[in-house]
Every structure is written in C-alpha cells, then in structure tokens.
C-alpha cells in the first residue's frame, strides 16, 4: 500500500559479521579495545577483549601468568591449565562476537583464524544490596533488589534452596541483548503458564529492552489496558513467597524490579506486610486499602455529581455547611474540582521529579502555599480541599505504585462522567470499568479472580487474610501442579483429636 | 453448529446466577402494589403461588433439555429444529427472537422510565440507550463467560439494595397481614397472573443451557436460584404489606421507591436515587443475556453471519425499538404484552413442547 513506504535496508545485529578478521577491524578503532599479539618462549598468541567490560585486575592475576608461563604450549594446554572454569573453545563466529561484547576475552593462536579460547572474565559493578525504596516496610526483611541480575538470582535463590528451583535464560532485544531469566519451582508452577511466558518472551520483536516494567507492557494480555497486568516487585522475599505459591518470576538484567506472573487484582492491594501481623489486623488493613481505593476513586466526581445534580440527597444540615464553604466560589463544582486534581497532579509530578532534596521543601510549600491561600482567595471551597488531598493520599495507600497511578488516572473519566450525567454517569463509568476488569486475563488467567470466578478457598487471601495454618491451598487460579500447600491429614494429627475442656 | 469448546463453557453455579439476573429486576420496584390490587394482603400467597409453580416449569424445562442432549445441542432452536422441521422450526424460531427482543426492549424501557421520573426528568432515551448498548456490546463481545460475570456482580450489588428492607422492620404493622385468606381463589389467581412478569427470565435457561459444564450439579442450582428469587419477592411483598397501608399501597406506582425515600442516613437525605442507580447494574446482565441469545440465534439460522456482526444489528435494533416506546402508558402497554406472552411461553408452550417431544419419540418408534 502507498501509506507503507518501504523502509531503509535494516542493519540487523544478530547477524554476525563474516570473519573475526573483520570483528577486530570493527572494533579497533574503540579506544578501549584491547588487541595485542604475546610472544612468549613457547605459546605465540593473540589477545583481544574489551578493556572497559572486563575486570583488568583478574586478568593480570590469573590469566597472563598462567598464559605466559613455559608451561604451556597450544592452545589447548591453554584451555588446561587455565584455573578458570566455563572456558569454551569455539569457531563459531556468533558466539565470539556475543561473548567478546559482554566481556570476556579471546585468545586466538592465529589472527585471522576463528579458532579461539573464550575466557569469562566479566566485571561486576552496580551498587550493593540495599533497602527497598518504593515497597518499603515496617518490619520483615529489608533487602531489595538491585540492577545486577546475578545479584537477584542470589536473593530469590537463597530463599528457596532446593534443586526444583529452576532458571531459564534469554535474550531479549535486537541491540541490548538484555538477559531477562525466568524463575519457577518445577513441579509446581503450571506448565502451560510457563510456555506461554516463554512463548511470548522470545517472539517480542524489539530493539532495546530496558526494565522489567517495560517487558510488562510489553508482554501483556491486553496492552491498551490500563491497568498493570503482572505485578512488579522489588522485594525479593514477595518474589519467592510467589514462587512458592506456584507462580512465575521474570527478572531482566539492568533492572532492580521483578515480574510476578500471572497476577489477580487483589495481589496489586496486599502489601507483604500483611503476612507479618496478626490476621485480624492485617484483614483491617487490607479492607482500610479497599475502602481508601473506593474513596480515592470515586470522591471527587460523587462532589461534582452530588453538587451539581442531585443536592437534595444532602441532609439540611450538611448543606449549610456546604453551602458556606462554596459561596465564594464562583464557578461550578467540575471547574473547581480539576483545578485541585491538576494541582494536586502536579505536585506529585514534580516531587517525582525533582531532586530528593528540593522535592520534599517544594511537596510541602506548594501542598500548604497553594492549599490555604486557593481557599482564601475564594477560588475553591475548603471542603473539597479536604475531599481532594485525602482521596489524593488514599490512592497511594495502594501498595504498588503502577497501580497508584492507575487508580490517580481512573479518577479523570468519572469526574467527566459525573459532571455529564451526574450520579448516572459515575454508574456507567464504573459499569465500564468493572467490565473491562471482567474481561482482563492476566496471561490468560481471569484477572478479578476470587470474585469472579468465585473461588472460595482464594477469598481467604484475598480481601481478608485469614490464619496462615488455615491457607492449606495454593491459589486455585495458577492450576499449579500441586494444588495443597501443606497435608491437611498431617495437620489435622498433629492437633490431636479432642480439645480438653476447661481446667482439664 | 459447531460443538462448544470447553474453554467457553460456564460452570454450574450458572445455573445459579442466570436466571436469577434475569429475573430480578425492575420488576420488583412495582411488584408490591401491582400484586396486591386484587388480593390485598393475602398477595404473599399468590406470590408464593407462581414461585412455586415455576420450580415446576423449571423441572418441564430440564426434563426437555436433557431429552434433547442425545440428539444434538440442547437448547430451544435446536428441539424447534428436530421436532417441527425446519420450516416450522424456523417461525418458532423467530416468534423466541420476537419474545427475547421484546423482553429486552421492555426492560430497557422501563428502567429509562424510572429514570426519568426520579432522577432526570430530560433524560433522552436515544442517547442513554446508545450509551448503554456500548457497555453490553463491549460485554458480549467477550462471550458467555463475561456475561456470567456481570450476572454474578449484579447479584452481589443488589445485596445492599435488599438489605435496605431491614429499615421497614421499626415501622411495621403486622396487624395489616390480618385478616389472612380473606380472599377467593380467583383474586388471588389474577395476583398470581400479574405477578408472571416479575417471575419471567428463567426460562433463558433454555439458551444458554449447552454451554454449562456438569449438567447434573447446575439442575440444583437452578432449583436453588428459583427458591432465592421466590424468597426475596415474598420478602418484598410481605414487607410493602407491613409498611403501607393497603390504599396507599395500591395508589403508588413504585412503592419500594417510596420506601427508599424514608431511610435516611447522617450524610444522606434519603436513599431513592441510589438504588435507582444501583438497580441499573442488573439491566447490563439481562440486556447482554438478550442479545448474546438472538446473536446466537441468529448464527444458529443462518451458519454464515458472524455473532460479533450480528451484534450490532441487534443492538441498533434494541436502540431502534427502544426509542419507538414515547411514553409512561406505552411502558406499562409493552409491559402487558410481554407479561402475556411469557405466561403463555413457560405455562402453555414449555408443557406443550415437552409433550411434541414425547409425541415424536413415542411416532418414531424408539424404545424409552
């Protein structure tokens, strides 16, 4: 078709360049490619590696001397005593083009030869293990993880050592060939699930791949959904409290974040410390997130509605007040009501923003500056600046910030939607959305998951937490391959048979 | 027709939901006062009447059913089929579209109705109900299971709106029950007949009934959702009777919307509007259920047209009919109308077809 103009010849990184005479050519000019002949007594060869990629110091202390030494004479004495392991000695120039990129070294007897040893010597760099940031706890563990791929792995691994743990990896990304790996306990994470993973993972057709949140999007059932459909996580100890429960974690190489998958809406509105306190409190805190996502989500346009629709649903009293409150303002309730969101908007984009030191002063002189004085000046009522901050900090009550800002943006079409038909429009936009939500699958997964389809033994975990010891089932929606988490028989022996009775 | 992939199977608690959603509805915000025009306060009893006799219509509906199972699909355009031919077959046919369609159109229509009244006197019905079309379009084009879906929330919204009933309990009289059977058999049975429209929607069973998976636990649940029904209409009924006074009762149009207007709360006048609007969330269940089954009739007629195409014919065709209906007294004509027809429907022709089935099994020569 004439709108599809052909584009440009595409240079396409996966093929590998012919010979390594040519790799070399590429690179030489880079100032910090490394390619030198040694000549030594006995063993003539070439080195190649990347200075900037490699670690310099474990070179000169325990590949040179080894190489250097009389003792070796070919290059596979060379692959011998070598006190390196993973040495792989290939002719294939896909391999030595790959490996030469992420850092490991080349050892060649003949310069235009392919025949080459491949040496491991990456250097690792990146910060430490630190303390979460965005999930952050009261109690419970505080490590998070971090940009090193190898360093998760450890954190999730450490938690369950046993040898079902298993790790796929791949690349992903025509040009930063990122390494994204998939973790699952065999055996228990349901193998059709994990397919489909895998399936979706290689046939991404990108060019750079940078975090995990970006495989999300790009990965998920229905891209155009606003709501995130895989959790994300920086806390290694949720990522394998999920394994264990049967489901799939994506780490990406570069990004401190993993993905849970499949994930169910609820999972977005447990913080994990729910699993630390006892499970009355924990329900009451879960039930307090439901109740702040509903206000967060539904106040502002219930004020718009109800103020400019249908007043007679206030009782005399409150009306007094309301009425005192909005006599100065002389426009109507939506005009109002998107000046405080956008305002409100804009302070929270801006403490994201800006630099953590200048973000908290700039929060706190706009929030309290622009809060008083827009009441003062009569521009809006003091009522709905309550109304508004409080929905404001309720919508990040939620644990998981993709879907703070999902439930920041739901906000928008009931406001239009209030201020259109008034109570009418928000039940229609809300009827909207909670049919979106029924046909949300989270890799194939129905996403509202306890409550539709009803699954009783997963509403134990969902909106109330009730006693670990009586959550016996793992989630009924991941058809993992062992549905019972602990031996209900077992379980039941243990107790004994009868409870005395009282003073016995 | 093809066979019905598993994967778009619902399970028996579908049984359950359905004909529940489909039931309940708008119905019961007149229910009260329509019943108990002939029959004062003994309309409990002929409320109590026609549930009971639609537990027995439900059994002639699952007999037929599973009569139908070993010779193809079960559901009613595949019995018109194999009994009446397919000439024949094809007019029964399109007399259940003509039933289904006007089911659908004199929900929606009645609903907008109330709107009107209690909360947007301007209200357009053309803009509303294109509005809403959109909602159940993006619905069912997702299929059956998302329709069981928003069956199974809209029976978890109106839970609430029952539960409003518990504010009757410090005004009632329970003297106005008195005298009981102060009325003949026939008062009480034109009660009965009036309150078929509240009762109809079950026999949707006979639609969807192919695609619920175990068959055998879905025929209890489809008893237990009728018993519910019955359940929260003699809770409806019996409670207007202790509320009002039986003139007043009579003289009101919505009676539960009177109620409503009673309860009050420390930051809300009254509660009317908001049962209003939280009643339309059982209008998306029973529109969507409609026009998914003319969809499929529609395939099932004619192989060729797509449902998802189909879809929006019929949905610009409910628009269509929807605004043809101008004014409150053409509501409650249409009312009438469908009242009579479903009477006819799930009391004469379900029986009736129950026996053609028997007549041609008995002419054909097969062995029970």
């Given at each position: ?504 | ?97 003509l039933?289904?369609i006007g089911f659908s159109v004199a929900y929606l229509r009645s609903?907008i109705e109330?709107?009107q ?7 357009s019905t053309l803009s509303f109900s294109i509005?809403f079309c ?180 019929i949905l610009i065709l409910t628009i269509v009919l929807t605004v043809l209906i101008q004014n409150g007294e053409q509501v409650k004509q249409v009312g009438?109308l469908i ?30």
């Amino acid at each position: 078709m004439f709108w599809k103009k052909k584009r440009l010849d595409q240079v396409d990184p996966d093929t590998p360049v012919k010979t390594i005479a040519d790799l070399i050519n590429q690179l030489k000019s880079n100032p910090d490619f490394t390619h030198f002949k040694h000549k030594g007594e006995t063993f003539t060869c070439w080195v190649s590696f990347i200075q900037t990629m490699v670690d310099v110091d474990y070179i000169h202390r325990d590949i040179f001397p080894v190489l250097y030494s009389n003792r070796v004479h070919n290059i596979a004495d060379a692959q011998a005593t070598l006190p390196v392991e993973k040495i792989i000695r290939t002719k294939d120039m896909a391999v030595i083009q790959s490996k030469l990129l992420e850092g490991f070294i080349i050892i060649q007897e003949n310069e235009n030869r392919p025949d080459c040893l491949v040496i491991p010597s990456i250097k690792a760099q990146g910060r430490q293990v630190d303390q979460p940031e965005i999930e952050t706890s009261i109690i419970g563990p505080r490590e998070s993880f971090i940009e090193s791929i190898d360093a998760n792995i450890n954190l999730v691994r450490k938690r369950i050592p046993i040898p079902q743990f298993s790790v796929e990896e791949m690349r992903v990304g025509k040009m930063s060939r990122t390494r994204v790996c998939i973790l699952y306990v065999e055996g228990i994470a349901n193998k059709e699930n994990l397919n489909t993973i895998k399936q979706r993972i290689t046939d991404l057709e990108i060019v750079n791949l940078i975090d995990a949140t970006n495989l999300a999007l790009l990965i998920a059932d229905n891209s155009n959904s606003i709501f995130p459909q895989f959790l994300d996580t920086e806390r290694p100890d949720r990522v394998a409290g999920a394994m264990c429960e049967g489901k799939i974690a994506v780490v990406v190489d570069g990004s401190p974040t993993a993905l849970i998958l499949p994930s169910t809406i609820v999972e977005f509105f447990a913080a994990y410390d729910d699993y630390f306190l006892a499970w009355p409190i924990a329900s009451s805190y879960r039930l307090l997130r439901l109740f702040a996502i509903a206000f967060s989500a539904a106040s502002s346009a219930l004020y718009v509605a109800v103020l400019t629709y249908h007043y007679q649903l206030v009782p005399k009293d409150l009306m007094g007040t309301l009425i005192v409150s909005r006599s100065s303002v002389p426009y109507d309730p939506i005009i109002e009501v998107l000046l405080l969101e956008i305002m409100i908007e804009l302070l929270r984009e801006a403490g994201a923003r800006l630099p953590t030191k200048v973000g908290q002063t700039i929060g706190i002189v706009g929030g309290i500056v622009i809060g008083t004085a827009s009441v003062q000046a009569g521009v809006t009522s003091n009522i709905l600046l309550i109304i508004i901050a409080m929905s404001a900090l309720a919508a990040f009550i939620t644990p998981n910030y993709r879907m703070a800002t999902t439930i920041r943006f739901i906000r928008f079409p009931f406001i239009i939607s209030a201020q259109i038909l008034g109570l009418l429009g928000v039940a229609l936009c809300f009827m909207a959305f909670v049919c979106h939500l029924i046909k949300l699958t989270s890799l194939g997964r129905p996403f509202i998951e306890p409550i539709y389809p009803v699954r009783v033994t997963d509403l134990k975990d969902a909106y109330i937490r009730l006693p670990l010891n009586q959550q016996t089932m793992r989630p009924l929606f991941l058809r993992s391959g062992d549905a019972h988490r602990s031996n209900q028989k077992r379980l039941l022996a243990k107790k004994g048979k009868h409870s005395p009775d009282i003073d016995e | 027709m093809k066979k019905i992939n598993e994967t778009h199977t619902v399970g028996p608690l579908a049984a359950f939901f359905i004909p529940q959603a489909m039931q309940i509805g708008v119905g019961f915000l007149s229910f009260a006062s329509v019943v108990t025009k002939a029959s004062g306060q003994d309309a409990w009893i002929a409320v109590l009447i026609s549930g009971l006799s639609t537990l027995l219509v439900m059994w002639f509906i699952l007999r037929l059913l599973e009569n139908e199972r070993k010779y193809g699909t079960p559901d009613l355009f595949s019995v018109h089929y194999r009994i009446f031919g397919k000439r024949i077959g094809a007019i029964l046919n399109f007399l259940s579209f003509l039933y289904v369609i006007g089911f659908s159109v004199a929900y929606l229509r009645s609903i907008i109705e109330i709107l009107q009244v209690e909360i947007f006197n301007q209200l357009s019905t053309l803009s509303f109900s294109i509005l809403f079309c959109l909602i159940v379009w993006y619905i069912v084009i997702g299929g059956i299971r998302n329709i069981l879906g928003v069956c199974l929330l809209s029976f978890i919204y109106l839970v609430p709106v029952f539960s409003t009933a518990i504010f009757v309990v410090p005004h009632a009289h329970f003297s106005n029950l008195l005298p009981i059977f102060d009325h003949g058999l026939q008062d009480i049975l034109s009660s009965s007949f009036v309150s078929t429209f509240a009762y109809l929607g079950f026999e949707f069973l006979l639609f969807v009934y192919p695609f619920i998976k175990s068959p055998k636990d879905a025929k209890k649940w489809a008893y237990f959702g009728l018993l519910t029904t019955m359940y929260t209409y003699l809770m409806i009924v019996l409670l207007s009777i202790l509320f009002f006074g039986q003139g007043e009762l009579q003289n009101t149009i919505w009676p539960a919307l009177t109620f409503w207007k009673s309860v009050r709360f420390p930051f809300l006048e009254h509660i009317d509007i908001i049962c209003v609007i939280i009643l339309l969330w059982n209008l998306v269940p029973v529109i969507s259920l409609c026009s998914w089954v003319l969809a499929r009739g529609i395939k099932f007629t004619f192989p060729n047209v797509k449902m998802k195409y189909s879809l929006i014919g019929i949905l610009i065709l409910t628009i269509v009919l929807t605004v043809l209906i101008q004014n409150g007294e053409q509501v409650k004509q249409v009312g009438a109308l469908i009242n009579n027809s479903g009477f006819i429907f799930i009391y004469l022709y379900i029986p009736l077809l129950l026996f053609c089935q028997w007549l041609k099994k008995i002419l054909s020569g097969e062995s029970a």
